[in-house]
Protein backbone atom coordinates (compact mmCIF):
# COMPACT_ATOMS: atom_id res chain seq x y z
CA UNK A 1 0.00 0.00 0.00
CA UNK A 2 1.13 3.59 -0.66
CA UNK A 3 0.55 6.19 1.73
CA UNK A 4 0.88 9.26 -0.49
CA UNK A 5 -0.47 11.54 1.95
CA UNK A 6 2.35 14.69 0.69
CA UNK A 7 2.07 13.71 -2.65
CA UNK A 8 -0.63 12.12 -4.78
CA UNK A 9 1.98 10.73 -7.20
CA UNK A 10 4.71 9.78 -5.49
CA UNK A 11 6.52 9.79 -2.38
CA UNK A 12 7.86 12.90 -1.08
CA UNK A 13 11.29 13.07 -1.18
CA UNK A 14 12.98 15.12 2.28
CA UNK A 15 15.92 15.51 1.31
CA UNK A 16 17.20 19.26 1.89
CA UNK A 17 17.23 21.21 -1.33
CA UNK A 18 19.75 24.17 -0.19
CA UNK A 19 23.35 23.71 1.95
CA UNK A 20 22.77 23.13 5.52
CA UNK A 21 24.66 26.75 6.20
CA UNK A 22 21.94 28.83 3.60
CA UNK A 23 19.13 26.43 4.97
CA UNK A 24 20.34 27.56 8.97
CA UNK A 25 20.10 31.58 7.58
CA UNK A 26 16.37 31.05 6.21
CA UNK A 27 15.50 29.17 8.90
CA UNK A 28 17.25 32.12 11.46
CA UNK A 29 16.00 35.03 9.12
CA UNK A 30 12.98 33.91 9.14
CA UNK A 31 12.31 32.38 12.89
CA UNK A 32 11.46 29.22 11.69
CA UNK A 33 12.71 27.33 14.74
CA UNK A 34 9.83 29.03 16.82
CA UNK A 35 7.55 27.90 14.65
CA UNK A 36 9.07 24.50 14.46
CA UNK A 37 8.41 24.10 17.92
CA UNK A 38 4.75 25.20 18.26
CA UNK A 39 4.73 22.16 15.75
CA UNK A 40 6.17 20.02 17.68
CA UNK A 41 4.90 20.42 21.33
CA UNK A 42 7.47 18.51 22.79
CA UNK A 43 7.75 15.59 20.41
CA UNK A 44 11.46 15.34 19.35
CA UNK A 45 10.32 13.29 15.92
CA UNK A 46 7.67 15.86 15.12
CA UNK A 47 9.94 18.27 15.45
CA UNK A 48 12.23 16.69 12.83
CA UNK A 49 9.66 16.09 10.45
CA UNK A 50 8.30 19.96 10.38
CA UNK A 51 11.85 20.66 9.56
CA UNK A 52 12.26 18.73 6.62
CA UNK A 53 8.75 19.01 4.65
CA UNK A 54 8.11 23.47 5.70
CA UNK A 55 11.28 24.37 3.82
CA UNK A 56 10.89 21.68 0.72
CA UNK A 57 8.28 24.22 -1.40
CA UNK A 58 6.15 22.82 -3.48
CA UNK A 59 5.05 24.26 -6.39
CA UNK A 60 2.55 22.59 -8.05
CA UNK A 61 -0.84 24.30 -6.89
CA UNK A 62 -2.73 20.80 -7.17
CA UNK A 63 -0.34 19.25 -4.84
CA UNK A 64 -0.86 22.27 -2.10
CA UNK A 65 -4.72 21.78 -2.97
CA UNK A 66 -4.50 18.34 -1.94
CA UNK A 67 -2.46 18.88 0.75
CA UNK A 68 -4.86 21.67 2.34
CA UNK A 69 -8.13 19.08 1.46
CA UNK A 70 -6.14 16.42 4.16
CA UNK A 71 -4.93 18.91 6.64
CA UNK A 72 -8.78 20.09 6.85
CA UNK A 73 -9.51 16.62 7.24
CA UNK A 74 -7.11 15.91 10.33
CA UNK A 75 -8.43 19.52 11.80
CA UNK A 76 -11.79 17.98 11.76
CA UNK A 77 -10.78 14.05 12.84
CA UNK A 78 -7.67 14.39 15.30
CA UNK A 79 -8.68 12.21 17.28
CA UNK A 80 -9.09 9.72 14.99
CA UNK A 81 -6.01 10.65 12.75
CA UNK A 82 -4.09 10.72 16.34
CA UNK A 83 -4.98 6.96 16.53
CA UNK A 84 -3.95 5.86 13.03
CA UNK A 85 -0.39 7.52 14.23
CA UNK A 86 -0.19 5.72 17.04
CA UNK A 87 -0.38 2.90 15.66
CA UNK A 88 1.74 3.93 13.14
CA UNK A 89 4.57 4.34 15.85
CA UNK A 90 3.65 0.61 17.10
CA UNK A 91 4.47 -0.88 13.72
CA UNK A 92 7.72 0.86 13.21
CA UNK A 93 8.83 0.46 17.29
CA UNK A 94 7.76 -3.21 16.66
CA UNK A 95 11.41 -4.58 16.46
CA UNK A 96 11.95 -3.56 19.85
CA UNK A 97 9.69 -5.95 21.57
CA UNK A 98 11.14 -8.78 19.62
CA UNK A 99 14.46 -9.11 20.56
CA UNK A 100 17.29 -11.54 18.57
CA UNK A 101 20.40 -12.43 20.50
CA UNK A 102 23.47 -10.98 17.81
CA UNK A 103 24.92 -15.09 17.85
CA UNK A 104 21.99 -16.10 16.44
CA UNK A 105 21.52 -14.44 13.68
CA UNK A 106 23.73 -16.77 11.64
CA UNK A 107 20.58 -19.25 11.90
CA UNK A 108 18.05 -19.02 9.50
CA UNK A 109 15.49 -20.93 12.05
CA UNK A 110 15.90 -18.06 14.66
CA UNK A 111 15.66 -15.15 11.93
CA UNK A 112 12.68 -17.11 10.70
CA UNK A 113 11.07 -17.25 13.73
CA UNK A 114 11.49 -13.03 14.77
CA UNK A 115 10.25 -12.08 11.74
CA UNK A 116 7.23 -14.26 12.28
CA UNK A 117 6.93 -12.67 15.42
CA UNK A 118 7.46 -9.06 14.01
CA UNK A 119 4.48 -10.12 11.13
CA UNK A 120 2.27 -11.19 14.00
CA UNK A 121 2.38 -7.71 15.63
CA UNK A 122 2.08 -5.89 12.30
CA UNK A 123 -0.84 -8.18 11.68
CA UNK A 124 -2.28 -6.69 14.70
CA UNK A 125 -1.59 -3.29 13.90
CA UNK A 126 -3.15 -4.35 10.25
CA UNK A 127 -6.24 -5.46 11.52
CA UNK A 128 -6.82 -2.41 14.23
CA UNK A 129 -5.76 0.06 11.11
CA UNK A 130 -8.67 -2.22 9.25
CA UNK A 131 -11.01 -1.14 11.93
CA UNK A 132 -10.27 2.46 11.93
CA UNK A 133 -10.74 2.29 8.32
CA UNK A 134 -14.04 0.53 8.60
CA UNK A 135 -15.40 2.52 11.33
CA UNK A 136 -14.12 6.74 10.50
CA UNK A 137 -14.00 6.11 6.26
CA UNK A 138 -17.17 8.13 5.51
CA UNK A 139 -15.98 11.10 8.29
CA UNK A 140 -13.47 12.15 6.07
CA UNK A 141 -13.51 14.23 2.71
CA UNK A 142 -9.46 14.25 0.87
CA UNK A 143 -9.07 12.37 -2.05
CA UNK A 144 -5.92 11.29 -0.09
CA UNK A 145 -7.55 10.09 2.89
CA UNK A 146 -10.51 8.39 1.02
CA UNK A 147 -8.11 6.92 -1.12
CA UNK A 148 -5.16 5.48 1.71
CA UNK A 149 -8.48 4.47 3.67
CA UNK A 150 -10.07 2.59 0.46
CA UNK A 151 -7.09 0.71 -0.08
CA UNK A 152 -6.74 -0.15 3.68
CA UNK A 153 -10.20 -2.05 3.40
CA UNK A 154 -9.75 -3.33 0.00
CA UNK A 155 -6.14 -5.07 0.41
CA UNK A 156 -6.75 -5.73 4.43
CA UNK A 157 -10.05 -7.86 3.63
CA UNK A 158 -10.94 -10.35 6.39
CA UNK A 159 -9.77 -13.11 3.70
CA UNK A 160 -6.20 -11.53 3.58
CA UNK A 161 -6.24 -11.62 7.34
CA UNK A 162 -7.03 -14.91 7.75
CA UNK A 163 -4.64 -16.43 5.48
CA UNK A 164 -2.34 -14.29 6.96
CA UNK A 165 -2.44 -15.66 10.41
CA UNK A 166 -3.14 -19.24 8.86
CA UNK A 167 0.66 -18.98 7.22
CA UNK A 168 2.46 -17.10 9.96
CA UNK A 169 1.00 -20.33 12.30
CA UNK A 170 2.64 -22.91 9.58
CA UNK A 171 5.72 -20.68 9.28
CA UNK A 172 5.87 -21.35 13.40
CA UNK A 173 7.07 -24.93 12.03
CA UNK A 174 5.07 -26.56 14.09
CA UNK A 175 5.52 -30.32 12.80
CA UNK A 176 8.82 -29.51 12.48
CA UNK A 177 10.86 -29.09 8.76
CA UNK A 178 10.19 -31.01 5.91
CA UNK A 179 12.86 -30.43 3.26
CA UNK A 180 14.32 -32.12 -0.07
CA UNK A 181 17.44 -32.40 -1.66
CA UNK A 182 19.35 -33.44 -4.14
CA UNK A 183 23.39 -34.63 -4.48
CA UNK A 184 25.22 -32.68 -6.23
CA UNK A 185 29.16 -32.64 -6.75
CA UNK A 186 30.81 -35.52 -4.71
CA UNK A 187 27.82 -35.88 -3.40
CA UNK A 188 26.93 -32.80 -1.32
CA UNK A 189 23.46 -32.06 -0.88
CA UNK A 190 21.99 -29.25 -3.34
CA UNK A 191 18.92 -27.40 -3.92
CA UNK A 192 17.52 -27.63 -0.35
CA UNK A 193 13.78 -27.29 -0.56
CA UNK A 194 11.32 -26.45 2.57
CA UNK A 195 8.08 -28.61 2.01
CA UNK A 196 4.93 -27.70 4.33
CA UNK A 197 4.66 -31.26 6.38
CA UNK A 198 1.23 -32.88 5.66
CA UNK A 199 -1.09 -32.31 8.56
CA UNK A 200 -1.61 -36.18 11.13
CA UNK A 201 -5.36 -37.32 11.12
CA UNK A 202 -6.53 -38.58 14.23
CA UNK A 203 -5.79 -41.84 13.24
CA UNK A 204 -2.41 -41.24 12.45
CA UNK A 205 -1.84 -39.59 15.98
CA UNK A 206 -3.85 -42.64 16.85
CA UNK A 207 -1.27 -45.12 15.37
CA UNK A 208 1.57 -43.01 16.00
CA UNK A 209 2.37 -42.93 12.58
CA UNK A 210 4.44 -40.40 10.44
CA UNK A 211 4.75 -39.67 6.38
CA UNK A 212 8.23 -39.08 5.07
CA UNK A 213 11.53 -40.05 6.49
CA UNK A 214 12.98 -38.67 10.01
CA UNK A 215 15.96 -38.78 11.90
CA UNK A 216 16.20 -39.43 15.61
CA UNK A 217 19.53 -37.71 17.43
CA UNK A 218 20.66 -39.01 20.70
CA UNK A 219 20.15 -36.09 23.19
CA UNK A 220 23.89 -36.75 23.56
CA UNK A 221 24.79 -36.07 20.33
CA UNK A 222 25.90 -32.77 19.56
CA UNK A 223 27.57 -32.81 16.94
CA UNK A 224 24.49 -34.36 15.14
CA UNK A 225 22.05 -32.47 16.91
CA UNK A 226 24.36 -29.65 15.26
CA UNK A 227 24.22 -31.39 11.54
CA UNK A 228 20.77 -31.45 11.73
CA UNK A 229 20.52 -28.29 12.64
CA UNK A 230 22.23 -26.89 9.73
CA UNK A 231 20.73 -29.14 7.28
CA UNK A 232 17.66 -27.64 8.14
CA UNK A 233 18.96 -23.97 8.17
CA UNK A 234 19.71 -25.01 4.14
CA UNK A 235 16.26 -25.52 3.58
CA UNK A 236 14.86 -22.64 5.75
CA UNK A 237 17.53 -19.18 4.53
CA UNK A 238 15.51 -18.40 1.80
CA UNK A 239 12.15 -18.51 3.22
CA UNK A 240 13.57 -16.96 6.44
CA UNK A 241 14.80 -14.07 3.96
CA UNK A 242 11.32 -13.82 2.05
CA UNK A 243 9.57 -13.72 5.54
CA UNK A 244 12.00 -11.18 7.37
CA UNK A 245 11.65 -8.96 3.65
CA UNK A 246 8.05 -9.09 3.99
CA UNK A 247 8.38 -7.91 7.72
CA UNK A 248 10.78 -5.07 6.47
CA UNK A 249 7.85 -4.10 3.65
CA UNK A 250 5.09 -3.80 6.02
CA UNK A 251 7.43 -1.75 8.35
CA UNK A 252 8.40 0.69 5.57
CA UNK A 253 4.41 1.08 5.11
CA UNK A 254 3.98 2.28 8.99
CA UNK A 255 7.26 4.04 8.73
CA UNK A 256 5.79 6.11 5.99
CA UNK A 257 2.60 6.66 7.21
CA UNK A 258 4.60 7.93 10.71
CA UNK A 259 6.19 10.05 8.99
CA UNK A 260 3.38 11.70 6.59
CA UNK A 261 1.00 11.95 9.55
CA UNK A 262 3.56 13.56 12.04
CA UNK A 263 3.72 16.78 9.50
CA UNK A 264 -0.44 16.87 9.66
CA UNK A 265 -0.51 16.24 13.43
CA UNK A 266 2.34 18.95 14.18
CA UNK A 267 -0.33 21.48 12.07
CA UNK A 268 -2.98 20.67 14.42
CA UNK A 269 -0.88 21.36 16.92
CA UNK A 270 -0.05 24.98 15.78
CA UNK A 271 -3.46 25.84 14.59
CA UNK A 272 -5.05 24.64 17.94
CA UNK A 273 -2.37 27.25 19.51
CA UNK A 274 -3.16 29.69 17.19
CA UNK A 275 -7.04 29.29 17.83
CA UNK A 276 -6.37 29.47 21.49
CA UNK A 277 -4.29 32.65 21.16
CA UNK A 278 -6.89 34.39 18.93
CA UNK A 279 -5.06 34.47 15.54
CA UNK A 280 -6.77 34.60 12.25
CA UNK A 281 -5.86 31.92 10.13
CA UNK A 282 -7.31 30.58 5.92
CA UNK A 283 -6.45 28.44 4.03
CA UNK A 284 -4.42 30.66 1.18
CA UNK A 285 -5.29 30.33 -2.57
CA UNK A 286 -2.15 29.14 -4.68
CA UNK A 287 -1.96 30.61 -8.05
CA UNK A 288 0.20 29.09 -10.73
CA UNK A 289 3.85 30.56 -10.92
CA UNK A 290 3.62 32.99 -14.16
CA UNK A 291 0.25 34.65 -12.64
CA UNK A 292 2.28 37.96 -10.30
CA UNK A 293 0.15 37.87 -7.42
CA UNK A 294 0.40 38.65 -4.25
CA UNK A 295 -2.55 40.11 -1.80
CA UNK A 296 -3.69 39.48 1.49
CA UNK A 297 -5.87 40.98 4.16
CA UNK A 298 -4.40 40.80 7.76
CA UNK A 299 -1.41 39.02 7.19
CA UNK A 300 0.59 38.49 10.55
CA UNK A 301 3.82 37.31 11.18
CA UNK A 302 3.46 34.11 13.05
CA UNK A 303 6.80 34.38 14.99
CA UNK A 304 5.51 37.21 16.77
CA UNK A 305 2.24 35.61 17.40
CA UNK A 306 3.69 33.09 18.88
CA UNK A 307 5.86 34.74 20.43
CA UNK A 308 3.29 37.17 22.13
CA UNK A 309 0.65 34.47 22.76
CA UNK A 310 -2.03 36.86 21.41
CA UNK A 311 -3.39 38.18 17.78
CA UNK A 312 -1.20 41.49 16.45
CA UNK A 313 -1.57 43.59 13.79
CA UNK A 314 -2.20 42.55 10.31
CA UNK A 315 -0.97 44.12 7.12
CA UNK A 316 -3.93 44.34 3.82
CA UNK A 317 -1.78 44.77 1.02
CA UNK A 318 -2.64 44.17 -2.90
CA UNK A 319 0.81 43.82 -5.27
CA UNK A 320 -1.06 41.50 -7.29
CA UNK A 321 1.08 41.95 -10.97
CA UNK A 322 4.04 43.62 -9.05
CA UNK A 323 7.75 42.14 -9.02
CA UNK A 324 9.03 44.54 -6.61
CA UNK A 325 8.02 45.51 -3.26
CA UNK A 326 10.10 48.26 -1.58
CA UNK A 327 9.67 48.82 2.26
CA UNK A 328 10.73 52.01 3.85
CA UNK A 329 9.31 54.16 6.07
CA UNK A 330 10.02 55.07 10.36
CA UNK A 331 12.24 52.70 12.76
CA UNK A 332 10.27 50.25 14.58
CA UNK A 333 7.07 50.77 12.39
CA UNK A 334 6.76 46.62 11.66
CA UNK A 335 8.86 47.02 8.48
CA UNK A 336 10.94 43.92 9.40
CA UNK A 337 7.71 42.27 10.85
CA UNK A 338 6.00 42.13 7.57
CA UNK A 339 8.71 41.24 5.25
CA UNK A 340 8.89 37.76 7.90
CA UNK A 341 5.15 37.32 7.25
CA UNK A 342 5.35 37.30 3.68
CA UNK A 343 8.20 34.78 3.64
CA UNK A 344 6.52 32.38 6.46
CA UNK A 345 3.16 32.81 4.48
CA UNK A 346 4.55 31.73 1.30
CA UNK A 347 6.21 28.53 2.89
CA UNK A 348 3.38 27.86 5.10
CA UNK A 349 1.36 27.92 1.69
CA UNK A 350 3.63 25.78 -0.72
CA UNK A 351 3.87 23.35 2.14
CA UNK A 352 0.06 23.02 1.80
CA UNK A 353 -0.77 24.57 5.57
CA UNK A 354 -2.54 27.51 6.84
CA UNK A 355 -1.43 30.94 7.25
CA UNK A 356 -1.99 34.00 9.73
CA UNK A 357 -4.55 36.20 7.50
CA UNK A 358 -8.05 36.33 6.90
CA UNK A 359 -7.22 36.07 3.19
CA UNK A 360 -3.57 34.95 1.07
CA UNK A 361 -3.07 34.68 -2.39
CA UNK A 362 0.14 34.37 -3.94
CA UNK A 363 1.50 32.40 -7.11
CA UNK A 364 4.07 29.79 -6.09
CA UNK A 365 7.52 30.32 -6.30
CA UNK A 366 10.49 27.69 -6.36
CA UNK A 367 12.46 28.92 -3.23
CA UNK A 368 12.39 31.35 -1.09
CA UNK A 369 15.79 32.99 -0.24
CA UNK A 370 16.34 35.63 2.87
CA UNK A 371 19.52 38.17 2.97
CA UNK A 372 19.36 39.93 5.98
CA UNK A 373 22.01 42.18 7.60
CA UNK A 374 24.42 40.62 10.08
CA UNK A 375 26.55 41.54 12.94
CA UNK A 376 29.70 42.10 12.94
CA UNK A 377 31.76 39.66 11.68
CA UNK A 378 33.64 38.61 15.36
CA UNK A 379 36.94 37.16 14.04
CA UNK A 380 37.24 40.52 12.06
CA UNK A 381 38.34 38.11 8.98
CA UNK A 382 35.66 40.07 6.42
CA UNK A 383 34.34 43.42 6.87
CA UNK A 384 30.37 43.47 6.64
CA UNK A 385 30.28 44.81 3.25
CA UNK A 386 32.49 41.90 2.08
CA UNK A 387 30.61 39.40 3.90
CA UNK A 388 27.18 40.78 2.78
CA UNK A 389 28.36 40.14 -0.81
CA UNK A 390 29.65 37.04 -0.49
CA UNK A 391 26.51 36.19 0.63
CA UNK A 392 24.57 37.11 -1.70
CA UNK A 393 26.87 35.66 -4.17
CA UNK A 394 26.00 32.04 -2.62
CA UNK A 395 22.62 32.78 -2.74
CA UNK A 396 22.79 33.50 -6.60
CA UNK A 397 24.32 29.90 -7.28
CA UNK A 398 20.90 28.58 -5.78
CA UNK A 399 18.35 31.16 -6.66
CA UNK A 400 16.27 30.16 -9.19
CA UNK A 401 14.13 32.06 -11.73
CA UNK A 402 10.80 31.65 -10.24
CA UNK A 403 12.11 31.94 -6.16
CA UNK A 404 11.43 34.95 -3.85
CA UNK A 405 14.47 37.24 -2.09
CA UNK A 406 13.45 38.81 0.68
CA UNK A 407 16.09 41.63 1.75
CA UNK A 408 16.24 43.38 5.23
CA UNK A 409 18.88 46.03 5.03
CA UNK A 410 21.11 44.66 2.44
CA UNK A 411 24.15 46.62 1.34
CA UNK A 412 23.50 48.95 4.15
CA UNK A 413 26.60 48.70 5.72
CA UNK A 414 28.48 51.27 3.45
CA UNK A 415 27.87 54.95 2.46
CA UNK A 416 24.48 55.39 0.92
CA UNK A 417 25.48 55.74 -2.52
CA UNK A 418 27.80 53.20 -2.77
CA UNK A 419 25.24 50.67 -1.04
CA UNK A 420 22.41 52.00 -3.30
CA UNK A 421 24.09 51.46 -6.10
CA UNK A 422 24.72 48.02 -5.45
CA UNK A 423 21.65 47.01 -4.11
CA UNK A 424 20.23 48.34 -7.41
CA UNK A 425 22.01 46.79 -10.08
CA UNK A 426 21.34 43.03 -8.43
CA UNK A 427 17.63 43.67 -7.72
CA UNK A 428 17.60 44.81 -11.66
CA UNK A 429 20.00 41.80 -12.47
CA UNK A 430 17.33 39.39 -10.25
CA UNK A 431 14.01 40.75 -11.66
CA UNK A 432 15.54 40.31 -15.08
CA UNK A 433 15.55 36.56 -14.56
CA UNK A 434 12.07 36.38 -12.98
CA UNK A 435 13.10 36.66 -9.03
CA UNK A 436 10.48 38.33 -7.19
CA UNK A 437 12.06 40.98 -4.53
CA UNK A 438 10.72 42.22 -1.49
CA UNK A 439 12.83 44.79 0.12
CA UNK A 440 13.47 46.57 3.20
CA UNK A 441 15.52 49.70 3.03
CA UNK A 442 16.57 52.65 4.40
CA UNK A 443 18.90 53.77 1.41
CA UNK A 444 16.59 56.80 0.48
CA UNK A 445 18.84 57.15 -2.89
CA UNK A 446 17.92 53.90 -3.67
CA UNK A 447 14.11 53.88 -2.90
CA UNK A 448 13.59 56.97 -3.91
CA UNK A 449 15.62 56.38 -7.07
CA UNK A 450 13.42 53.60 -7.74
CA UNK A 451 10.09 54.84 -7.35
CA UNK A 452 11.46 57.84 -9.38
CA UNK A 453 11.73 55.42 -12.53
CA UNK A 454 7.35 54.82 -12.34
CA UNK A 455 7.74 51.42 -13.45
CA UNK A 456 4.48 50.01 -12.86
CA UNK A 457 5.62 46.49 -11.43
CA UNK A 458 6.83 47.62 -8.53
CA UNK A 459 5.28 48.65 -5.74
CA UNK A 460 6.43 50.82 -2.62
CA UNK A 461 5.02 50.68 0.82
CA UNK A 462 5.43 53.05 3.92
CA UNK A 463 5.76 51.96 7.71
CA UNK A 464 2.51 54.11 8.65
CA UNK A 465 3.74 57.04 11.91
CA UNK A 466 1.14 59.30 13.17
CA UNK A 467 1.72 62.71 13.62
CA UNK A 468 2.37 62.53 17.14
CA UNK A 469 4.71 59.51 16.50
CA UNK A 470 2.78 56.46 17.54
CA UNK A 471 3.48 53.49 15.09
CA UNK A 472 0.40 51.60 13.79
CA UNK A 473 2.45 48.90 12.55
CA UNK A 474 0.89 49.20 9.66
CA UNK A 475 2.26 49.15 5.82
CA UNK A 476 0.55 51.77 3.18
CA UNK A 477 1.16 52.71 -0.18
CA UNK A 478 3.50 56.00 -0.25
CA UNK A 479 6.62 57.60 -1.62
CA UNK A 480 9.93 56.86 0.08
CA UNK A 481 10.70 59.63 2.76
CA UNK A 482 14.26 61.21 3.44
CA UNK A 483 13.73 60.07 7.22
CA UNK A 484 13.18 57.70 8.92
CA UNK A 485 11.83 59.21 12.29
CA UNK A 486 15.18 58.03 14.42
CA UNK A 487 14.40 61.02 16.82
CA UNK A 488 11.20 59.04 17.97
CA UNK A 489 13.60 56.67 19.31
CA UNK A 490 16.14 59.10 20.62
CA UNK A 491 12.72 60.56 22.86
CA UNK A 492 11.79 57.17 23.80
CA UNK A 493 14.83 56.02 25.15
CA UNK A 494 16.43 59.27 26.31
CA UNK A 495 13.53 61.45 26.93
CA UNK A 496 15.39 64.39 25.41
CA UNK A 497 15.24 66.14 21.63
CA UNK A 498 17.33 64.65 19.38
CA UNK A 499 18.95 65.94 16.14
CA UNK A 500 17.28 65.69 12.78
CA UNK A 501 17.96 62.38 11.49
CA UNK A 502 17.77 63.18 8.04
CA UNK A 503 21.57 65.06 8.35
CA UNK A 504 24.21 62.80 7.68
CA UNK A 505 26.20 62.75 11.16
CA UNK A 506 29.97 62.65 11.36
CA UNK A 507 31.56 60.20 13.66
CA UNK A 508 34.15 61.08 16.14
CA UNK A 509 36.50 58.76 14.18
CA UNK A 510 40.48 58.70 13.16
CA UNK A 511 40.95 60.64 9.54
CA UNK A 512 40.21 59.28 6.80
CA UNK A 513 37.31 57.22 8.24
CA UNK A 514 33.86 57.03 5.87
CA UNK A 515 31.14 58.86 6.75
CA UNK A 516 28.09 57.21 8.20
CA UNK A 517 24.77 57.84 6.27
CA UNK A 518 22.73 59.02 9.82
CA UNK A 519 19.75 56.83 8.49
CA UNK A 520 19.05 54.85 11.82
CA UNK A 521 18.29 51.00 11.76
CA UNK A 522 15.37 49.86 11.74
Not at 91 to 116: I, T, W, Y
Not at 331 to 347: D, H, I, M, P
Not at 401 to 427: H, K, M, P, W
Request: proline share 4%; charged share 25%.
Amino acid sequence: MKVRLLDPDRDFDMAPRLPWHLSELIEEDLELRRLYRAMADGDAFLLDIAGKVLPSTVSNPEVIRYRQQILADCLANHAVVQEIYDLAVGGVEVRRKVFLGGMLLRDPEAVLRRSVRILEYLGNSLRQLRGLADQHADKFRSVGFRRLLAAVGKQLSDDYLRVLDEQLSELHLPRGVLLSARLGLGNKGEQHVLHQPPRRTWRDKLAGGHSGCGFVVDERDEAGAQALTELAGRAVNDIANTVAQSAEHVERFFGRLRTELAFYLGCSNLHALLVHSGVPTCFPVPAPVDEQRLSCHGLRDLGLCLAAGRDVTGNDIDADGRSLIMVTGANEGGKSTFLRSVGVAQLMMQAGMFVTAESFCANVRDGVFTHFKREEDATMAHGKLDEELARMSEIAEYIGANSLLLCNESFASTNEREGSQIARDIVGALRETGVKVVFVTHLYDLAHGLYAIGDPTSLFLRAERRSDGVRTFRLRPGEPEPTSYGEDSFRRVFGLSAPNDTEPVQPACAPGARTINGTPGK
